[in-house]
Every structure is written in structure tokens, then in C-alpha cells.
């Protein structure tokens, strides 16, 4: 079985700061790895994914993610955050074997920028 | 422009009564999913669809049925609904393989009383 662990569920950084949300995931084989982001009263917005390749992706508004195999780990990060930084971020995983892409959510990590 | 839209955006339902909620894609994916959003939990899936006159269950389809009367439009029904499905549920949409990403909805908050 798979599964996705976010172990921090509340987040508080100061604006400017730097950023570091945590994610470990349990996999059977390689997987694909999302984080999505939800800001108040919106659906998720897709910030990265991996698959393979350099285990340090970048996406949108300046966040990257680094993916660890040894660690199983999935980290999220940013260098400087922004009070419109602040929403609820998901780490989700996707099997590559089987027949459909059924994702695994883990239960979320608010973030609260202060000013 | 929003390319999967939900209705209605918010709902009020009375124990015991029916409740329908619609999700319409301009994607032109294949997939289709509904998920409710638990304080506490992530996304978990009730109902998913390969295409045009297909669903299936997910993980917690107890309570709810499904419709994907076309390629564009993916319906959850509650037939008799019970307060403890007071949540928020998203549609998603996406395709066979690929990046496997979906592209959600922007959710419909559901009160059962």
C-alpha cells in the first residue's frame, strides 16, 4: 500500500523567510510526486511534479521540491516567501503501475506568512 | 477560463433528502473523480470514471453513486443524504498516463442538516 505523510500540519514563517514543508511517502516502486497547492475557497493548483531525472524540480512562484529515494522524501521549499504564500499545500503521489492514476493525498500543511 | 467547473457552489440539504452535484470539463480528458476534503484528511475518493458511461468505486463510495452521462460532465448523487457527508467535494479531471497530474475544480461545499 501507499501512503503520504506530512507531518507538520500547521506552518508559521515569517514573510521573507525561508520555507521548508516536509513530505515522506511510502511506494512500492518509483512514483510520480505532486505538490498542489489550495488557496482559500479555490480548488488545488498543480506548484510541481516528479518522475525522474535531477531530484531537484522547479515550479511555479519560486517553489522547488528536492526527492530523496534513500530518504523517501519529498521536501518542499522556498527561498523567500510572500504573504500570498499563504494557503493549505499537498504532497500526492501517483503509482506508476496499474491501470489508472489514482493519487495518494497526504492530509495537508497550512501555511501561515506573517508580515 | 476555468476548464473544470462545479455547481452549485454551495448547497444546503436536509437529512434524508437528494443531493446532485454536477462537474463539467472543457479538458477533454478521459478521467474523471470525485473527492470530499475532511479536516484532517487529504482528498479522499469517492467515484471515478475512464470515460463516457463508466464509473467506478473509489475509496469511500459508501452512500454515493456516480454519472458520466458524457465525456464533459461527471455527476455525484447522494440519494439519501446524512450529515456525516457534510464536506467539500472536488472534481478533478485528467488523462491515461501522461504526467498523471489532475486539474481540480474549485469545489462545492456541501451542509447537511
Known amino acids: 500500500a501507499q501512503s503520504v505523510t506530512q507531518p507538520d500540519a500547521r506552518v508559521t514563517v515569517s514573510e521573507g523567510a525561508s520555507l521548508q514543508l516536509r513530505c515522506k511517502y511510502s511506494?512500492?516502486?518509483?512514483?510520480?510526486l505532486f505538490w498542489y497547492v489550495q488557496y482559500p475557497r479555490q480548488g488545488l493548483q498543480l506548484l510541481l511534479k516528479y518522475y525522474s531525472g535531477d531530484p531537484v524540480v522547479q515550479g511555479v512562484n519560486g517553489f522547488e521540491a528536492e526527492f530523496s529515494k534513500s530518504n523517501s522524501s519529498f521536501h518542499l521549499r522556498k527561498a523567500s516567501v510572500h504573504w500570498s504564500d499563504s494557503a493549505v499545500y499537498f504532497c500526492v503521489l501517483s503509482p506508476l503501475s496499474g491501470s489508472f492514476n489514482k493519487l495518494t493525498f497526504g492530509a495537508g500543511t497550512r501555511l501561515a506568512v506573517c508580515p | 477560463e476555468a476548464a473544470v467547473t462545479q455547481s452549485p457552489r454551495n448547497k444546503v440539504a436536509v437529512t434524508g433528502g437528494k443531493v446532485t452535484l454536477s462537474c463539467n470539463q472543457t479538458?477533454?480528458?478521459?478521467?474523471m473523480y470525485w473527492y470530499r476534503q475532511d479536516t484532517g484528511h487529504g482528498l479522499r475518493l469517492i467515484h471515478y470514471s475512464y470515460g463516457a458511461g463508466s464509473t467506478e468505486k473509489g475509496d469511500i463510495p459508501d452512500g454515493y453513486k456516480a454519472s458520466r452521462p458524457s465525456q464533459e460532465n461527471f455527476s455525484l448523487i447522494l440519494e439519501l443524504a446524512t450529515p456525516s457527508q457534510t464536506s467539500v467535494y472536488f472534481c478533478?479531471?485528467?488523462?491515461?498516463?501522461?504526467?498523471?497530474?489532475?486539474?481540480f475544480g474549485p469545489g462545492t461545499r456541501l451542509t447537511v442538516l
Open positions: 478533478a479531471s485528467g488523462n491515461w498516463g501522461g504526467s498523471y497530474e489532475q486539474y
Open positions: 511506494s512500492s516502486g518509483t512514483p510520480y
Open positions: 479538458n477533454n480528458h478521459n478521467n
